[in-house]
T-cell receptor, first 112, second 110 residues
Framework: DSGVTQTPKHLITATGQRVTLRCSPR?????VYWYQQSLDQGLQFLIQ???????AKGNILERFSAQQFPDLHSELNLSSLELGDSALYFC???????????FGPGTRLTVT | GEDVEQSLFLSVREGDSSVINCTYT??????LYWYKQEPGAGLQLLTY?????DMKQDQRLTVLLNKKDKHLSLRIADTQTGDSAIYFC??????????FGTGTQLKVEL
């Protein structure tokens, strides 16, 4: 158990809908990262937050957004969903001064 | 951008050593990682190495880094059936975001 939690574990929704994925980092970790794992694209970095502020952006679509709240949990919002958004979405957290990212169990999103 | 390559599949017999290889393109990669993913599970950090090191050993795991050839390897000694999983190499450049390889599926046969 990495100490990073993600909810829900599974999500099935229809095209055009909007969903929110939630991540709670390890206690004390200020950095949160979101990654997408799909069969065709592999594991890709989406976005990083540090103590409530966006730090880095990767291959994140404009239909996707994220935020980190004062209690350090983070949410990834996916809107106007397409079939191709079906994937595993992971969050990871990192402690200040450490170079280790610990991953949550992921949320499996299925868009039908 | 950074490109990280791995072979897709490796099969070994139980008790043998496994060697999983990874190549990367960005010579400024400072930290290099190995993660393990079991079916239906998240990514487990196994070990990592700083770019100023050549080797790191951690129990059954040995990581070798050849900076000149931009080649990273993970050796698992005395491979067990519980080691069957997908192994990902990942590297960081600036900002600590991880760039992952394609993953190597390790199958351990009895």
């Amino acid at each position: 158990d990495s100490g990073v939690t993600q909810t829900p574990k599974h999500l099935i929704t229809a095209t055009g809908q909007r969903v929110t994925l939630r991540c709670s980092p390890r206690s004390g970790d200020l950095s949160v990262y979101w990654y997408q794992q799909s069969l065709d694209q592999g594991l890709q970095f989406l976005i990083q937050y540090y103590n409530g502020e966006e730090r880095a952006k990767g291959n994140i679509l404009e239909r996707f957004s994220a935020q980190q709240f004062p209690d350090l949990h983070s949410e990834l919002n996916l809107s106007s969903l397409e079939l191709g958004d079906s994937a595993l979405y992971f969050c990871a957290s990192r402690r200040e001064g450490s170079y280790e990212q610990y991953f949550g169990p992921g949320t499996r999103l299925t868009v039908t | 951008g950074e490109d990280v390559e791995q072979s897709l599949f490796l099969s070994v017999r139980e008790g043998d050593s496994s060697v999983i290889n990874c190549t990367y393109t960005d010579s400024s990669s400072t930290y290099l990682y190995w993660y393990k993913q079991e079916p239906g599970a998240g990514l487990q950090l196994l070990t990592y190495i700083f770019s100023n090191m050549d080797m790191k050993q951690d129990q059954r795991l040995t990581v070798l880094l050849n900076k000149k050839d931009k080649h990273l390897s993970l050796r698992i000694a005395d491979t067990q059936t519980g080691d069957s999983a997908i192994y990902f190499c990942a590297v960081t450049g600036g900002g600590n975001k991880l760039t992952f390889g394609t993953g190597t599926q390790l199958k351990v046969e009895l």
